[in-house]
């Protein structure tokens, strides 16, 4: 478990090197503000896409080989595409570059695939919720680091982020053993691959069925959230980049809280199907206070009381990791990426238009919240389907 985790934070912290200097490199190459808002949407979408349709394809590699090959696959070549945006000279290279980063981040399925394989049932949402602790932390840093690179010199953090891949491919090789035993493969078809064949196949698994739609709509809500929330509080309390720095902060800090302390605590207690409903409620509200809070220092408030929020994730791919074999661990972990990476490339043309709605509004209008009060009807939505369907597995098992 050491040799994932540490794997995972290398990885998470490459990509958070980048995020706040993507949108500048892209718009070192355009001349407008409103056509560096395009492109730079241009290669959102790319990047969404690309993930979207490998997440199946390397889960179903890694059920096929063994998780080892196929994740260290992916830090050679996320090191390739780190390097070749630093060096683009097009944009047309940018948003190829940022296309295959995509798919090769896809490989983060892989890794849950991997937890799965080494952890029994009933303590995977625990060591999921360490997993995603790994990931708040890389996005605690990653950034962080990224903002003083990039004020040196634009290009340096994907320098520093592509370094940082190739030392993970190095630690993989030397240390990662592999977690699949070949006993528990199975043979790579085209059928596993597609997206909507592996929706389909994780639709089915028993025990998952309609969870499918709650991970759709929580998904969806995070996305929105992701999108909307700089210009949200720029509109709505006249935040900038610092602002928005430590929140972002605030959010990873809290997921490591979250995720890496309380959710272990809590299932000795709880079972992931309750800790997951006790999370929808958390998020749900937390959706509605966002767009309600009418200071800027609330924001933070609410981040920090809505912990459960943040280990729903983790609860969720528990229960879907326990209705898999170890035979297609990688695919259904992928489905599930891959259902999420869905929802990231839908939330930019409903997240876009309703804030365009209300950005019109006066400072501080309770009315620009829309966004997370749709958001907060996306996660009740979910947390009543959850229910119903939880209820009915318990009655199954009566």
Known sequence: MPFVMIAVLIDMVSIGLI???????????????AEQSF???????AFGSANFFASPLLGALSDAHGRRPVMLLGFGALALTFFATAFATELWMLIVARAIGGAMQANVSVAHAYVADITPPEDRARRFGMLGAMFGIGFILGPVLGGFLGAIRLQLPFLVAGTLAIANLAYGVLVVPESLARDDRRAFAWSNVTPLGSLRALARLEGVGGLVTVIACSGLAQFVTYTTWVLYSKFKFGWGPRENGWALAAFGLASVIGQGFLLGRLLKVFSPRRLALFGLVSSTLAYAAFGAVTQGWMLFVVIALN???TTVAANMQSIVSSAASARNQGQTMGAVSSLNSLMAVFAPALAGPLMALVSHYPRGDVRMGAPFFFCALLQGAAFVLAARHFRRELAAER
């Open 19 to 33: 995020v706040p200097v993507l949108p500048l490199l892209v718009g070192s190459f355009t001349s407008s503000p």
């Open 307 to 309: 912990l459960l929020g």
């Open 39 to 45: 492109w730079y949407g241009v290669v959102a979408l």
